[in-house]
C-alpha cells in the first residue's frame, strides 16, 4: 500500500467551502434559509477567492512566458553575435580567413571558382608616415572598393593586415580576371584622403579551379600570381595561368 502524502490541494479551502455548501443545500431544501444561505456566501467569497488567485496566476504566468521569450530572443541575438565575430574580420566586417577557407572549400563541393587574392601596394610606408589610424582608414577604403565594385556574388574576405580575397563562384578565368581589373581601377582612382595627396594601388593574383578544389591549390596559385605582380612593377593584376610566361619574360 502506498502510503506517501498527496500532494497538497491549492484550491482545497474552496473545494471544502464548496462541498459544505452542497451538503447545506441538500440537507435544508425547503426548510430554512440561513443555513443555505450562509453556505452559499461562503461558496462565493471562496469562488471569488479563487478567481482572484486564478487571475494572479494567469498575469504571473504571462510575465514568466514574456520573460522567457525575452530571454530566449537575447540567447538568439547572443549567438548570432558570436557567430559573426568568430567569421568577421573586427575591423572591416568582411570575412576572416577561417571563414574565406571555409567558404573556399564548400563552394569547391558543388562549383568551379576563382580566388582572387589583392595586397595593397607600399602599405608599410603609409604606416610609417602617417600612423596606424590612417592606415586602418586605407585599409577600410579598400574595403569599400571591393564591395563596391566586385560582383553582387562575390565574397569579401581579409585575409593578413592588408590581403584581401575576393571569391567567385561560377565565374570563368577571364571574367574574373576582369572583375579583377575593375576593383583595381576603383583602388587606383578612389581618394583616401592620405596627407600628402598621394594614391593607393594593390596588386592581384587571381586563381581559378574547376569543382573539386580546395582553398589551399587556389590560394597558392593567386598568391604566386600576386608575387609576379609585385615584382611586375605592382598595380596591376596577374592570372595563374599566365605566370609561366611572365617568369620567362
Given at each position: 500500500?502506498?502510503?506517501?502524502?498527496?500532494?497538497?490541494?491549492?484550491?482545497?479551502?474552496?473545494?471544502?467551502?464548496?462541498?459544505?455548501?452542497?451538503?447545506?443545500?441538500?440537507?435544508?431544501?425547503?426548510?430554512?434559509?440561513?443555513?443555505?444561505?450562509?453556505?452559499?456566501?461562503?461558496?462565493?467569497?471562496?469562488?471569488?477567492?479563487?478567481?482572484?488567485?486564478?487571475?494572479?496566476?494567469?498575469?504571473?504566468?504571462?510575465?514568466?512566458?514574456?520573460?522567457?521569450?525575452?530571454?530566449?530572443?537575447?540567447?538568439?541575438?547572443?549567438a548570432?553575435?558570436?557567430?559573426?565575430?568568430?567569421?568577421?574580420?573586427?575591423?572591416?566586417?568582411v570575412?576572416?580567413?577561417?571563414?574565406?577557407?571555409?567558404?573556399?572549400?564548400?563552394?569547391?563541393?558543388?562549383?568551379?571558382?576563382?580566388?582572387?587574392v589583392?595586397?595593397?601596394?607600399?602599405?608599410?610606408?603609409?604606416?610609417?608616415?602617417?600612423?596606424?589610424?590612417?592606415?586602418?582608414?586605407?585599409i577600410?577604403?579598400?574595403?569599400?572598393?571591393?564591395?563596391?565594385?566586385?560582383?553582387?556574388?562575390?565574397?569579401?574576405?581579409?585575409?593578413?593586415?592588408?590581403?584581401?580575397?575576393?571569391?567567385?563562384?561560377g565565374?570563368?578565368?577571364?571574367?574574373?580576371?576582369?572583375?579583377?581589373?575593375?576593383?583595381?581601377?576603383?583602388?587606383?582612382?578612389?581618394?583616401?584622403?592620405?596627407?600628402?595627396?598621394?594614391?593607393?594601388?594593390?596588386?592581384?593574383?587571381?586563381?581559378?579551379?574547376?569543382r573539386g578544389?580546395?582553398?589551399?591549390?587556389?590560394?597558392n596559385?593567386?598568391?604566386e600570381?600576386?608575387?609576379?605582380?609585385?615584382?611586375?612593377?605592382?598595380?596591376?593584376?596577374?592570372?595563374?595561368?599566365?605566370?609561366?610566361?611572365?617568369?620567362?619574360?
Open positions: 500500500m502506498d502510503t506517501a502524502a498527496s500532494p497538497p490541494d491549492l484550491f482545497d479551502a474552496e473545494n471544502q467551502a464548496l462541498l459544505t455548501a452542497r451538503a447545506a443545500y441538500d440537507a435544508c431544501a425547503g426548510a430554512k434559509a440561513e443555513p443555505c444561505a450562509e453556505a452559499l456566501g461562503d461558496l462565493l467569497a471562496a469562488y471569488e477567492r479563487l478567481l482572484r488567485e486564478t487571475r494572479r496566476l494567469v498575469r504571473r504566468s504571462d510575465r514568466a512566458e514574456l520573460e522567457m521569450t525575452q530571454l530566449n530572443q537575447r540567447l538568439q541575438d547572443l548570432s553575435e558570436l557567430t559573426h565575430r568568430a567569421t568577421h574580420d573586427p575591423l572591416t566586417g570575412y576572416n580567413r577561417a571563414a574565406i577557407i571555409d567558404l573556399v572549400n564548400r563552394h569547391f563541393a558543388s562549383d568551379d571558382l576563382a580566388l582572387v589583392l595586397d595593397i601596394d607600399h602599405f608599410k610606408r603609409v604606416n610609417d608616415s602617417f600612423g596606424h589610424p590612417v592606415g586602418d582608414r586605407v577600410m577604403g579598400v574595403v569599400n572598393c571591393l564591395k563596391n565594385a566586385a560582383p553582387a556574388t562575390a565574397h569579401v574576405g581579409r585575409v593578413g593586415g592588408e590581403e584581401f580575397t575576393v571569391l567567385l563562384p565565374h570563368s578565368a577571364e571574367a574574373s580576371e576582369h572583375a579583377a581589373q575593375t576593383v583595381r581601377r576603383a583602388i587606383e582612382t578612389h581618394d583616401f584622403r592620405l596627407p600628402d595627396g598621394s594614391r593607393i594601388t594593390a596588386s592581384f593574383g587571381v586563381s581559378w579551379l574547376p578544389g580546395n582553398f589551399d591549390n587556389a590560394y596559385l593567386a598568391d600570381a600576386l608575387y609576379v605582380a609585385k615584382r611586375g612593377g605592382r598595380n596591376q593584376v596577374v592570372r595563374a595561368a599566365g605566370i609561366v610566361d611572365l617568369q620567362s619574360a
